[in-house]
Each structure stands twice: as C-alpha cells, then as structure tokens.
C-alpha cells in the first residue's frame, strides 16, 4: 500500500498492510532540516512551513496525515484581510519583531499584539508590553521578499500535488476551542455572552466554509475541526458549551459527505476522547498524550473506544522521542501497537509535535519498528 491508501484504509475502519506512522513533525524539524532562520520560513514564506513539512514527510518517508498546515483561505467568504499590512518595527540578530495595521483616513491603527520570528523556534504573538515594546511603534518597514503562493482551491491543488501519495490533505474547519488563554477566562466568568456570541458566529462562518469546501473540483481529503489545549484553557463543562457545538455539526457534516475527520487537541486529553465518541461524529483524534503532559492510557482508550473512532498517538515526546535512544524508541513503538494495533483503527505517533532537535534516527526507528513489528 501506499501511505494515502494505508491512511485511507484505516479511516474507513478497515485493515491496512501495517499500522501507518504518523510522528508529528508538523513545522519544527520541517524547519530545523532547511537550515535557515526560522523566520525565513514563517514571515517570507521561502519555503512556506507546509512545503518544508511535505520535504520532511518524504525524507523520513512516514504516512502523512497533514492535518491543517496549510492556510487554506478563500477571498469570498471574507477570510483575506486585504486592508491590514504587516510591519517590520524590530530586527535584531536572533529575531524579528513585527505588528500588523490597518490604514484609514490618513491614519495607521496597530494590532494590541506583535509577533516574534525567532531564528531557531516558531513564532509567537504577543501583546507589545510582554517585550517592553510600545503599543504604537516609533518605526516600521514593509515586509519586502515575501514569496507569494496562490489562495483557496489553487493552493489545496498545489500542496495535494506535493505531498502526493505520502498521505492525506486537511483544511481546518471549526475548531474544538473558544477561550484561548487566561485573558479569555477571566473574560468568560465575568461575562459569558461574549463567547456564546463568537461561538453561534464561528459555527456559522464553519458551516459556509464548509459548504464551500465541498463545492471545489479539488477537495481536501479530511476536515480538521480541533485546537491545542481544549481542556486546558476550557472546563468540560465549558466544552460542552462552547466548542462541542461546532465540533457536533461539522463531524456531522462530514458524515452526511462521507469525508473523514479529525481533531488535534494536545494536553489532557481522556474526557474529549469520550466526548467525541459518544456526541460526535469525529473519525480521529490525537495526540492521546501521556502524564504529565496528558491524561490518556492508549490501552485504555483501545479498549473503551477503539470499534468506534481511530486513535492516534502516542509516544512521549519528550523522555522517548527527544531524549530517548534509539532502543527507548523501538520499545515503545511495539508497546503502543500492542495496546492499541489490534482490529485497526489506529496511527502510531508521537503524543504531541516532536522536538526541533529531535534525533533523525529515533523517528526512522519508529517508522520502521510500525513497517515491521506493525504487519498485520
């Protein structure tokens, strides 16, 4: 089998060739391997984070389930913001700092939030006094040698044709959260009807997006419909009310048009996993972590749930894949598919998004211990 035929297989509940190998390596080696400043990849888009994620998959040749790392945007549901630039206001020689703004009536209007492109790390925002910078900025400069890539439908197009039969295309749609940090917390038990508000206009937009999705020549192959952290910025119970309602109607219409779909929700994990399984229409979920950084037992979870959704997961990211030898590798490889190979419907992966310097040859011992020790 090919990887997009083995992932294939095992979103339709049958059994594949081998348990596919999915590690997450979903920008951090992509862009430790081009050699560059991160931000050469992040802020100027040489390559984008998707094409340098596409060359990891198949230089390590695992079975990609690339679930959304591609900005997927479409003009004409309003999702391209053609009025607000970005700016560089800092530059400095292991980053780059920059702030958007929008210009009207002669005057230029600052985002309350900047973002940091560090040489050797992903890009953060954050608010201007976290830094010890200014709101407004006292100088600036045009993002010059930017490379462009096409919008919408042209872009699914592209990157499908990169990634090829390595494995399967995800678009998000929806999303599994609504507060996203300790600001929104306070906010939210102060006043909830805020939220309520950005959940009824999210689902919305979700739903059209949606619609729009399924009306291109050139699909995605799965909706990605969750967010890192569910349960960590929301309560279950705050869950329930504000991000399971979105992730009930776009899994269900992902059943009624027979796509598959997927959340992605690191941190603790167990409670969701049940959720989804007996509210929802979900076909996969990941990234099952362990304590500390989770709360997931994948034998557990196997035997609980594992006739009615694929689970994906689980190798400590960590104490295994960062700092493990290659032997702590293989071992709990075997382990994770002994606990949950059996009757399909499961990815062997990494509990979360592996290191930068994670070493090449635990994760090629990891595909190879599924190629193997995975055989059905």
Known sequence: MTSRQRLQTVLNGEIPDCVPVAPDTSNMIPARMTGKPFWELYLYNDPPIWKAYIDCVKHFGLDSLMDGYCPVRFNELGEIDHDTEEYIISKQTDRIITQHAKTAGGKMYWDDTVTVYLIDSPPSVVAPWKIKLAQTPDKWEKVEGRHEYPEGEEL???????LGERGLFGV????????????DIYAYYDDPMPFFEARDEILEASVKRFEKLMSLEHKPDFICTGSSGTLITQTPEIFRELGLPIVK???????????PSHIHSCGPQKQLVKIAVEETDLTVIDPLEIPPMGNCNLRELKQLYGDKI???????TTKVMLRGTVQDVIDASKNAIDDAAKGGRFILSSGDQCGRDTPDENIFAMIETA???GKY
Not at 156 to 162: M, R, S, V
Not at 176 to 182: R, Y
Request: aromatic fraction near 4%; hydrophobic fraction near 30%; charge should be positive.
């Open 371 to 373: 190629r193997t020790y």
């Open 249 to 259: 109607r776009i899994t269900a219409l992902c059943k009624e048009r027979g796509i």
């Open 172 to 183: 998000f749609c929806g999303t599994s959260k609504i507060l996203q940090n300790e600001e």
């Open 156 to 162: 699914i197009k592209l990157a499908k044709n990169e």
């Open 310 to 316: 694929v689970l994906k997961g689980n190798l400590h």
